[in-house]
């Protein structure tokens, strides 16, 4: 499956609606009561990019994108404004041994988390604390493709590992076919350009 490092216009994903989808089966017995399955362990986003294209200048940069990536064939970066950083995120603790650690994200509601793999770093948004202290960039290397951060020595038993980071979503077009409608000379409009997150 194809993926580039390219990512989605950043104006057009401003004005996008979407975020996470889960699948969940339902079974409604006779007596009313529910039986529920999760189908996914990890939820999978779906947006609409239409809402975001304001502009000739932004309609002209969605075509070019679209056939650059030639419809669902290829899987590319996307900023999702509603949720696209973390702050003093603990990626793991040292143990002496260990050099790599991948970034996530974790998201906690009571007593419940889930931990979300963050593929897609932005560069020059990473910083790696070891106890709370700021690293230097030359004590890691950080793989902006997989989110894997390998220092050059293993942190120590106990130290926690934390990082701030900004990060884009891998995703794919969800349709082959762009359809736009003209409404009147200079003004268009389109009813649903569909992204979907990937598992890369």
Known sequence: MAFVETRFPTDIAYGSAGGPQYST???ITQSGYEQRNANWAQARAQ???????KTQAQLDALIAFFRARKGRAD????????DYQANGQ?????????VTFQLVKIYTSGSTSETRIISK??????????NAV???????????????????????????????FQFDLPVRFDTDHLSARLDS????????????????
């Open 25 to 27: 089966d339902i079974v």
């Open 47 to 53: 947006y609409n990019v239409a809402h975001g294209i």
């Open 75 to 82: 899987g590319f970066r996307f900023k999702d404004w509603t």
């Open 90 to 98: 603990a990626i793991g603790s040292g143990d002496g041994a260990t």
């Open 121 to 130: 770093p932005v560069a020059g948004t990473v910083n790696i604390y070891l």
């Open 134 to 164: 700021l690293q230097s960039g030359s004590a890691y290397t950080l793989d902006t493709t997989t989110g894997l951060v390998t220092f050059n020595v293993a942190p120590g038993s106990g130290m926690t590992v934390t990082a701030d």
């Open 185 to 200: 000379y200079g003004s268009f409009s389109w009813e649903n350009v569909p992204i979907v997150e990937i598992r890369v």
